[in-house]
DNA sequence: CTGAAAGCGCTTACAG
DNA sequence: CTGAAAGCGCTTACAG
């Protein structure tokens, strides 16, 4: 393989000017850069990564800080859709992604590479609560970070901002709202995440709650229960929320997983979705699509999320402090067959 | 950052010996050992991953030739599964993933860093027909690889043997097949993949003929449709083969997320599986549990596929010629509520 | 605008 | 068993 050396001598210049010319420093000649061009052309010549990241202090790799174990991460398709996101822009930089996923076995070391200069130029950190900690360390380390979701400075908490891309779930959530609102439904379960555990659900629980008091409703505490994202939860939760009475007309399930979940629980019960029960969801994931009938649900823009996060941080590698802020990309509703008029 | 000067300092001894105690290198006495791995802790020394790669002329990446769009990969929730599991090897011995895959615009040049040992150490092709040419520029190239999948030899062209890892399609079909005879299925429909596309396909279309011919049966041409994996083809595959008269009375999808797509089409037919129809699939994903039924299947070790294909890989960078063989992983057959009797 | 030279942090023969 | 030294392939002040 052709090396800096074998350009600098095809094209009778030094190193230096063949490494300046790829790096697309200005003050080059014009007759300078095409020769050298022309001679990287000629040899198919491709820096060594290993080499650039050596000098250059950069290691071509961004460390993706996700909160979960490897067996949820690669389930759950709006987490995978984002990654997908990142990974298309990172490409694009000749960057490789390095996946860190919290292990059982290890909790305190998962992330340790991250915090390493060593290993990452930048971290996405995919948000939680629990990344607060993570939040800080790598405010400490000073490594260039985004954050998917919410970051502490969008809390208020302004001693800590990470740049942050998230969609606007509470406005999401207050058309999700609205729409079963419209067609008349009053009592409305809510499958919420896990308790405490991201700021996106306490947005998307404010949105429904701000529906409700334009309708002159409260939210009933006996119509909200949790679950953890996966289908199999949103089925116990569908479960317990056709357990009260009244029961909902309507169940709002903070992700389409679990409001698949509860579809399943509503057909058990001998429900017809929607003629007794409507279901509408947050996201917009394949699986909405293939469920039967098709989800009525929120449509989260999870590639772009990705794609604006990596460019984010790209954009503070190249030292744009004026960009650490909160970017929020609007939500759609996504009218399909899950939900209808109330039942009379 | 402490660099291996600042270890060798405080050790005492050279960078060398520094070097050797990191590599496990034998030769270096106990009490020298000692010295070094105690000044590496009290430093939190950790070698940099850039400066290895330029002198050991590794590069701490594995390639995945990936032959689908990244739109597509990210969906298929298999495909995904067998990347987790050489995700969860590779992170093992510090090494990252960099993700290749087809982009249709500009397919040719797809693989291209997969090929230039300045990227990867070597890579793990998922296979499809499409990569013949992958795997013979791979051999050309010298870099190790390994596929999940099928490889060349498996088909008798021993030119081009690429180790491989996959799971047991013939007999994993031959169950199922035999599965829906037991149940007195006589006319039994077949969606398989894209034709001509891979020889995972034609492996489980052989045990499906195997067991028809053990029943004293011929396939017929009629009842077999293509799809190309998602649900989406599987509902138009499922509407194709409930036109075929006389109707069908099982459908056995080479995949689940066809056999899922097909049950939508049954029951828009107006069709109650498994009492009108039975429908097996293929592969047991997360879909297979979630659909109403949940799905009768053939499970396929995805996650135990992947790790063993990373492993093998490793196994060749250490100069383990001898694994260049196929592994071929056992299937297991699932009883789910997609099956029954043939309707009388 | 261009180039000579030092240096990034390791590993690997080689010599002892 | 241990170490001196060259070298991996770049980039970056610095000098001109």
Redesign the pocket.
């Known amino acids: 393989m052709a090396?800096?050396y074998d350009v600098a001598r095809l094209a009778k210049?030094?190193?230096?000017?063949v490494?300046?010319v790829?790096?697309n420093t200005?003050?080059?000649?014009d007759?300078?850069r095409q020769k050298v061009l022309d001679a990287v052309f000629n040899l198919g010549y491709s820096?060594?990564i290993a080499?650039?990241s050596?000098?250059?202090n950069r290691r071509f790799v961004i460390g993706l800080a996700i909160p979960y174990e490897p067996n949820y991460l690669f389930r759950d398709p709006f987490l995978m859709e984002v990654i997908q996101g990142i990974e298309e822009i990172a490409n694009e930089h000749d960057y490789n992604l390095l996946f860190t996923t919290a292990r059982k076995t290890n909790p305190q070391g998962a992330y340790s590479r991250l915090l390493n200069k060593g290993y990452v130029d930048g971290v996405v950190i995919l948000e939680t609560v629990k990344s607060v900690e993570l939040d800080k360390k790598l405010v400490e380390s000073g490594i260039p970070r985004v954050s998917v979701g919410y970051s502490m400075g969008s809390k208020g908490n302004l001693a800590i901002v990470t740049p942050s891309v998230h969609a606007n779930d509470y406005l999401g959530a207050l058309e999700a709202t609205r729409h079963l609102l419209n067609l008349g439904h009053r009592r409305i379960g809510i499958i919420n995440g896990p308790a405490n555990f991201m700021t996106a659900m306490e947005e998307r629980y404010k949105g429904f709650c701000t529906a409700l008091a334009e309708a002159g409703l409260n939210p009933d505490p006996e119509l909200m229960v949790n679950g953890d994202f996966t289908l199999e939860s949103g089925i116990v939760a569908g479960q317990k929320l056709l357990q009260v009475s009244p029961l909902p007309t309507a169940i709002f399930s903070f992700n389409d997983r679990m409001a698949v979940g509860a579809m399943r629980s509503a057909r058990e019960k001998g429900l017809k979705i929607p003629y007794d029960l409507s279901i509408i969801g947050f996201d917009d994931v394949e699986l909405a699509q293939a469920s039967d009938p098709p989800l009525t649900t929120i449509h989260q823009p999870a590639m772009g999320i990705g794609k604006e996060a990596a460019r984010k941080l790209f954009a503070i590698f190249n030292g744009d402090i004026d960009i650490l802020t909160e970017t929020i990309l609007p939500t759609e509703f996504i009218l399909r067959g899950s939900t209808g008029p109330v039942p009379t």
Chains 1, 2 share one sequence.
């Open positions: 090396n800096i210049v030094s190193t230096a000017t490494s300046k790829l790096s200005p003050y080059v000649s007759k300078t820096p060594s080499a650039r050596l000098t250059g």
